[in-house]
């Protein structure tokens, strides 16, 4: 059973850090894509990133790019999200999710972890 958990969510203030993990278990990941999304209060889901789980092809949308890394522990199964310069809009649930490399839309979805950034 594939199990995605998410960890490392909590309150900062503007301009500083936080570093999400994901630990994934239940299959083997190497013809995945990891992704990250988040989904504020009010609004839809959106994308944030998304990386190969062997590494390759990190993809950020355009409003986190520059501030927020995404990479890869393969030994430890987990994907992390550092985000950085973080700004009071960057506050939602993040969600970490998993799809084939072949596929279009991310079928396993961990249970989220809440961000929240004052101003």
Known sequence: QVQ??????????????????CT???RTFSSY???????????EREFVASIWWSGANPYYSNSVKGRFTISGD????????QMDSL??????????ASRHITATK??????????????
């Not at 960057?90 to 970490?96: I, K, L, W």
């Not at 991310?106 to 101003?119: C, L, M, R």
Request: net charge positive; glycine share 16%.
């Open 4 to 21: 995605l958990v998410e960890s490392g969510g909590g309150l900062v203030q503007a301009g500083g850090s936080l570093r999400l993990s």
């Open 24 to 26: 994934a278990s239940g």
């Open 33 to 43: 894509v990891m992704g990250w999304f988040r989904q504020a209060p009010g609004k």
């Open 74 to 81: 393969n030994a430890k199964n987990t994907v992390n999200l």
């Open 87 to 96: 700004k009071p809009e960057d506050t939602a649930v993040y969600y970490c």
């Open 106 to 119: 991310y079928d396993y979805w961990g249970q989220g972890t809440q961000v929240t950034v004052s101003s």
